[in-house]
């Protein structure tokens, strides 16, 4: 059999491996199509001893066997016997794999009849299977199904799910459930209790008002280990017992385009989980606890803590929702005016219009000169030197990333000033004046003028940069938030008394080729 198919009263075989520690963790291996096991979400295994590239498997149903091969440094096991890195085996129905020689992650093959609601192998979404599912099925089936979209968000669908015009949103921790030791954090799965009696009645008069519910929870913890999958399931699965409602629940675990306050588990939403059915905005709304809000007493006195941070209400404002804090939603409380967003609005951001304030009135001076870029990883000072210096020839940028040291930076700038006609540009952060001094000694000594172009960039609008540049560029290298902070902590303003002889301060001014970048550019990320 070439590829997997199933029509009414065909009796066709499924490969599925089941873990022996856990039978309803199943995992359907389809014709042809490679899957690997290890350490992953998927398995729900931390043990650092497994890589997260363990196994690779290949079903082959013509022939009703399965080829296995060892890919992770560490033993995995056949039956109980032992293979190495790059071995491969032929497996049977019924023979026992482990992931991890003499482990408990041991896995069976089975070839199995599906159920009669068919598999198409065209539309696989996911290798991870609950025990009632085999495949990816219509969004209104009266099954529960839990979902990998990809590496970094889950989906549950709840049974009879019904997509609607109306959407109903709401954050999960501290907004749907609160925790019932107290702790900002739950210490096990059954650590929480329903934020308030109001909740349950308010869902269900929702969803009997034609309002489709759906959760959007940001879950790092899961990609970090610290959370365990397969028991956060459980307590999903446990909430909305109570809640007693069909709801679609998102889960991102990434700090990547899904995690709040970015709006990608909404962009799924609307794409791909909403039946095609258009999404109504101006009578959709999202509800979250992370508001913004100060420290501030409650009705009954109490001191509530400040909010974490300001995601809910910038996802809901990335998006264009109405935004309610738990307190406003379901306890009727007036509207909370007092929050705080971030200092950096990239709405402020003016696109393709060059902004400086020059005291000369020459951006290329004619002669030979050092230019000195002093600004923060993600202030474009990299892109400005590119496409508005280096392109009016006769410059020579000088980079650390490229040379590697500050020693090699010197001695490249030094030789280009001395033995040609070439201007330099020193492509660094250059944050102090100790920095600036190694090539300003440099121009001093062969007398060439110097100037310093100063990227008016402001510390979040950096790490808004950097953030932007990660979600839209996956080549380009990370920077961490730790890198523009020790930029800051490190600057001095330059200053003419270093010996430069012009400031030249110059705005950010962001170029987008593609629409969706420039919107996305405009919401707040961070």
């Known amino acids: 059999m070439s590829e997997l198919s199933v029509k009414s009263n065909d009796n066709v075989t499924l490969c599925v491996l089941v873990s022996d520690e856990n039978p309803e963790l199943k995992f359907i291996l389809l014709d042809n199509e490679p899957l690997i096991l290890g350490r992953t979400l998927q398995t729900g295994i931390d043990d650092q001893r497994l890589s997260k590239n363990q196994m690779k498997f290949i079903a082959d149903y013509s022939t009703a066997r399965v080829l296995v091969e060892q890919l992770g440094s560490n033993k995995s096991a056949v039956n109980n016997e032992s293979m190495i890195k790059g071995e491969k085996r032929l497996l049977n129905h019924g023979d026992k794999v482990a992931l991890l020689f003499n482990s408990n992650y041991t896995y069976r093959l089975d070839f199995v009849t599906p159920p009669s609601y068919g598999v198409d192998s065209n539309k696989r979404t996911t290798n991870y299977l609950d025990k009632e599912i085999y495949n990816k099925k219509p ?6 199904i839990w979902e990998y979209k990809n590496d970094s968000m889950m989906l549950y669908n709840s049974s009879n799910i019904v997509h609607k015009e109306k959407i109903a949103a709401f954050d999960l921790d501290g907004t749907l459930i609160v925790t019932k030791s107290g702790k900002v954090f739950p210490v096990d799965e059954n650590d929480w209790q329903i934020y308030s009696p109001e909740v349950i009645t308010s869902i269900s008069k929702l969803s009997d008002d034609g309002y489709k519910i ?67 905005i101006d009578k959709s709304f999202f509800c979250g606890d992370a508001a913004g809000r100060s420290a501030r007493f409650s009705f009954d006195g109490k001191l509530i803590k400040k909010d974490h941070s300001c995601c809910d209400r910038l996802f809901a404002m990335n998006i264009g929702l109405k935004f309610y804090t738990p307190e406003e939603f379901f306890l009727k409380e007036p509207t909370e005016k007092l929050y705080a967003l971030p200092e950096f609005n990239p709405n402020d951001i003016k696109a393709n219009i060059l902004c400086t304030d020059l005291t000369s009135k020459v951006l290329i001076s004619p002669n030979k000169e050092m230019i000195i870029m002093v600004g923060c990883p993600g202030s474009g000072k990299s892109y400005f030197a590119l496409n508005n210096l280096l392109c009016h020839g006769h410059m020579k940028i000088i980079n650390r990333d490229t040379l590697g040291s500050w020693q090699k930076c010197v001695s490249e700038a030094k030789k280009y000033l001395r033995d040609s006609n070439c201007s330099v540009v020193i492509d660094n952060t250059n944050p102090d004046i100790e920095s600036r001094k190694r090539f300003i000694d440099v121009a001093k000594s062969l007398k060439i003028p110097i100037r310093v172009f100063l990227m008016n960039v402001s510390k979040d609008h950096g790490k808004h940069n950097n953030k932007f540049r990660e979600l839209t560029d996956k080549k380009h290298q990370k920077i961490s938030d730790a890198a523009i902070n020790f930029y800051f902590s490190k600057f001095q303003e330059p200053s003419k008394s270093e010996g430069i002889d012009e400031i030249v301060k110059i705005n950010f001014v962001p170029h987008f080729k593609d629409p969706n970048h420039e919107k996305l550019y405009k919401m707040f990320l961070l």
């Open 139 to 144: 969004r209104s089936d009266s099954t529960s």
């Open 214 to 280: 759906v959760i959007f929870t940001n879950q790092g913890g899961i990609s970090k280990s610290k959370t365990n999958f397969l028991t956060f399931k459980i307590k999903i699965t446990n909430i909305l017992k109570v809640l007693k409602v069909p709801i679609q629940v998102f889960i991102a675990t990434e700090k990547d385009i899904n995690r709040k306050p970015a709006p990608g588990m909404w962009n799924i939403l609307v794409s791909d989980y909403n039946g095609g059915v258009p999404i109504n």
